[in-house]
């Protein structure tokens, strides 16, 4: 039975294997004289060998004389326990410890010794003729332990200085537990093979050296096995990667430089992982001297600190503290001191002592270690520590609050009157707190960057008390403003004042915030009557639009209405315009602006609701200026120009205080620097209002725009809404700045679409409105022609058949220019650039379809002629680049059914022209939800039948039916007459135009005479 | 070796048995610079830090502007090589005009062990000097310190630095000593401990020394018990332990601990040879913790 033993040797770096014999050979060596005595029953060389065969064959083996202590009577030494229990016979003496020579020790290098114990058999494992000795057995375990360091890649290169020059190493970082509990069971035979039993070194030290010379081996053998190199500028490497020369070579300047750069980023050392700390305390009491404290931090726990004291206090290598350990503790604090005095200077005053352990600063200097020192000193990896107030953001904002001073008159009502004056009141806070703003200046005034304010320390940042005086100075602490600034302001909490201070919250008291809110939410607070001298029936939408209007024109705000096409906001403008004449005696005139082909479109419509308002039409070439026509408007209500004009004409109309001013269609000032936009803005009104169909709020620059006609000044300058929303919003998303924006613009803005459940329910399936255009010249002068002519030729007719045909004549020829020239000329090969602008009508139509385009809804257009049929569709192929649907009566029958199939379906065609006379049943054209009367039939029976079949089926949608008619000639009077003779329609007219023919001279001639609104 | 050389020029051997120039075993503690060595500035002064320019200003004070300026070139071309820095003494090699480079000295004085232990108390008394030099850094009033004792850290005069060389140039310092000289500039601005090198104590010497003076000091400062773990711990007679442990071991089901971070740019170089390691040992002596 063999008993195997082996250790470490430090000095060597070298496995020594050795073991006991039982029963003991023969004894063989003789005595040295004086000598140390031979151990009787070590194994022999050969004996080892055939282990080391046995398990690590391919080794290379040395030989030396060792000596080791252990416990003997001073003729043998006692048998180890295995020994004992494998039979061998104890001494009988008194134990004492006394050295024994080695003979033939086996020596083997450090890869080949974590071979051997990693491949010999665990204590548990039953073997035959041989038995671990304890300290094998603890060797094994540490040979384990490198092997988990290597598989896990616990451990880093480290570099040391060896006299000017650095050598490289491996350092395993295990855990440090698992590490000081391995080495607290060392058994001490580990420790025995040396020279003088005092000199035994301590177990940490001989376990850590182990680990670190057998793993360091091991990974510079992996790299020379493997041929392992590296990039070029990663040469300080090899020093890592070679069993020899493993000191850095380069100049000392490059070696120091690279000692830097990895202290800096590998930082600390060995298994004692630790770094230097330092700590700022408050002062004590009433002091006002701050310590910065010295300390040692553990890394992976950054709670375990050691007090510089403690260092001092300790000698030797390594601290033991906390089951911690930390190696060459002085050295490094030292170290830490002479370069942390390099950023941060006062620390040098308390390396004149011996054992600095901690240096007292002035508050100012805290303050320069809390702001500059300290994210330098962990830059450097030292750790820091500071009092837990600092970092949070002490910072200095602005408070407002807005309260309603007029004693509560208002409050009984819930509303403010258009002059009323909203009280605020600005406020310092400091780090959450409100600072009144003498406290405030006392703590300035001490000129601290650290302050004590309401028991706890506060670092007051220099920029913020900049800019917080700043404020203070620019702004009044108290005072009132009017709505629409009280209104900008509640919206601001968050974002910050120009002059660069946050402002924290705004707080608007008591009633006015629910006034505010309900602002926002575009809440009508009462309904005024509907004027009497309206002509029509609101819808209950439209009546709260007026009442909306109404409120704010009383609280002098500019308002837009943003209504869906087709839901009547002409109408609310006129009713508002009604009600300002009946109720608060308004004489001067509203300038309405609107696009050219709309204005005849806003006359047939004053006309019609509000007959007792006087209508002016600013355009033409006689038209009125300067003097003449600011004495021409006093004599009217509304006045109508075109935006065209408006650029033009800035100067004459400037001159004028309007009532209110009105953009129509809005968007066309969308741009704010073009001359329209500009001219706009420099009219003069007491009120201000903006129609618009589109949505707003989408399109940033249109917001601004619109807003800052209706409202100057209260979005900022363009500048300044660009840099706080715009980019913000678009660019980078920021939901936050959106919902600001969202409520700064609410208050002013009332849209209402056609699919709101409020207004769904108002509106009648089938949504009908007239569409008045104009003539062009061209059109006049060949409708005057025509009238001229033909009435004179029906006039002369013989007979009474024949005088029908000739009226039937003129009519349709009339109607034929009403639609287009090109139609009534017979034009062949139309196309965008011979039809474009010479029919009201078809510019009208464009213009429309545009929306309708842009939302994405699809379009029937019916009209009583193939030609035009065909005219319309190669105009809006061409102009839109799609596909264009024609039915007339010549498609057969299979193809209808193609044609419809394809405008039902979802990617098909969105315009679909359609010439039908009555009849043709089983036509399904459910998708779409607008239909345009190009020009109509005179039987009204008939005309709705087609527009029936377009919703006649499911009626998923609502559907805008639109009737084109020309202002001023047969078609305007016509439908006049059908208008007022609806119940009458289906018997008068019958199914054809006879009831026209039967009209006298006179008759027709009024019927068919342009009048003058047809024109431009 | 042509004959003219042989005749009258350099002869190596000759030298080899110089006290100064002559074949040396350099003590353990020596710090050895082998190949060619080359000063880092390229142009104008050499040495950076105020040490190096006090130590240069010495010789600049003591030697010929055209000798000085030959000398910077010599550092500056890699003449220089075989740097040998011992106490008291630094040796070098440096090529010149002849086939087989010289042999060039520069003396210091060496501190008396009783003047060394007074010099390093004083040190110890103000952690400002260990902590300056441990951070690279030559305390501002070391010079003080030193002066106190009679004893001159930067040599002032030829007194306390001698120039040997084995050319032919009679002025001194020749060309080659004075690249000696400036070369030990750039290795001072590296370590300003190698000053203290030159006049007797090492590195660890100073460090060690440091520690224990401030030891002294310490005694008196109430350690709350907690000592170091000294490096040795004797065996004691206790035999009843001598043999115990070993087994209980380590608590191996802690579950692996994350690798240790590799920082940088560097890290990323380091991680093929952590994998290959891993591998490797994954390979001889299995897988998992």
Known sequence: MHVLHGTWLTDDKRYAFWGEAIPPPPRQFGRRPGGVLPHPFALTASQLFYYLDRFIPDCQPGGIDAVIWLPGDGDAPQPSPEALEAGAEPVDGMLRLQPWELKEVITLSSPEALDLLLRLPLPDERTIGFVPGSDLVFWQQAADLVRRCLVEQRYVPALEMQGARYLAMWKPRPDPGDLARLAAQMPPLCRAMVMSAAAAPAPQTLLDDFVQATLDAFIRATCEAEALDVAPDHRWFRAFMHTHDRFLNGTPRENRQLYDVWQAAWGDDGPGTFRVCFRLDEPAGESDEWPLYYLLQAVDDPSLLVEAEVVWGSTGRTLTYLERRFDRPHEKLLAALGAASGLFAPIERSLHQANPVRVMLSREEAYRFLVEAAPRLEARNFGVLVPNWWGRAARIRARATLKDDTAGENASTGLLSRDALIGYEWRLSLGGETVEREEFEQLVALKQPLVRFRDEWVALDPEQVEAALRFFEQHEPAGAVGLLDALRLSADAGRDAPEGLEVEIVEVRGWLNDFFERLRGAEVFDLPPVPAGLNAVLRPYQVRGFAWLVQMRRLGLGACLADDMGLGKTIQAITLWLHEREHYEVTRPVLVVCPTSVVGNWRHEIRRFAPALRVMTHHGPDREHGKAFAGAVEEVDVVLTSYALLSRDVKTLARVRWSGVVLDEAQNIKNPSTKQAQAARALKADHRLALTGTPVENRLSELWSILHFLNPGYLGSRKVFHARFAVPIERHGDEQAAGRLRQLAAPFILRRVKTDPNVINDLPDKFENKVYCTLTPEQATLYEAVVREELAAVDRAESAMKRRGGVLRMLTRLKQICNHPAHFLKETSPGVVSLKGRSGKLIRLTEILQDIFANGDRTLIFTQYATMGKLLRAYFEELSGEEVLFLYGGTPSKKRAELIERFQSPGGPRLFILSLKAGGTGLNLTAANNVFHYDRWYNPAVEDQATDRAFRIGQTRNVQVHKLLCLGTLEERIDELIEHKQALAETIVGSGEQWLSEMGTEELRELVELRQDALE | ?289
């Open chain 2, 1 to 289: 070796m042509s004959w003219w050389q042989e005749e009258y020029g350099y002869r190596d051997d000759w030298f080899r048995s110089d006290p100064v120039l002559g074949d040396h075993t350099p003590s353990p503690d020596a710090i050895l610079i082998g190949g060619p060595v080359v000063a880092v500035s390229r142009r104008g002064p050499i040495g950076v830090e105020w040490w190096a320019r006090e130590w240069v200003s010495v010789l600049e004070a003591m030697g010929h502007g055209p000798r000085l300026e030959r000398g910077r070139r010599y550092a500056r071309n890699g003449s220089a090589h075989d740097l040998e820095i011992d106490y008291g003494r630094v040796f070098a090699r440096v090529s010149g005009s002849h086939y087989t480079p010289y042999r060039t000295a520069l003396t210091f004085q060496v501190f008396p062990d009783e003047a060394w232990s007074r010099a390093l108390t004083a040190l110890a008394s103000q952690a400002i000097y260990g902590a300056k030099l441990l951070a690279g850094e030559m305390p501002a009033d070391i010079e003080a310190v030193f002066q106190d004792l009679g004893l001159s850290l930067f040599p002032r005069s030829s007194r306390d630095v001698e120039f040997y060389c084995s050319c032919l140039d009679y002025e001194e310092p020749c060309k080659h000593a004075a690249a000696l000289y400036y070369l030990l500039a750039e290795q001072l601005d590296a370590d300003p401990l190698t000053l203290f090198h030159l006049h007797g104590r090492s590195r660890e010497q100073v460090l060690a020394a440091l520690h224990t003076h401030r030891g002294v000091a310490a005694a008196e400062v109430p350690g709350d018990g907690y000592r170091g773990a000294p490096d040795a711990a004797p065996l004691d007679a206790d035999f009843g332990a001598f043999w115990r442990g070993g087994r209980g071991g380590i608590d191996t089901d802690d579950g692996a601990l994350p690798a240790v971070e590799l920082p940088g740019s560097d890290g990323a170089a380091l991680r093929k040879l952590y994998e290959l390691v891993a591998d490797a040992a994954r390979r001889r002596f299995g897988g998992d913790g």
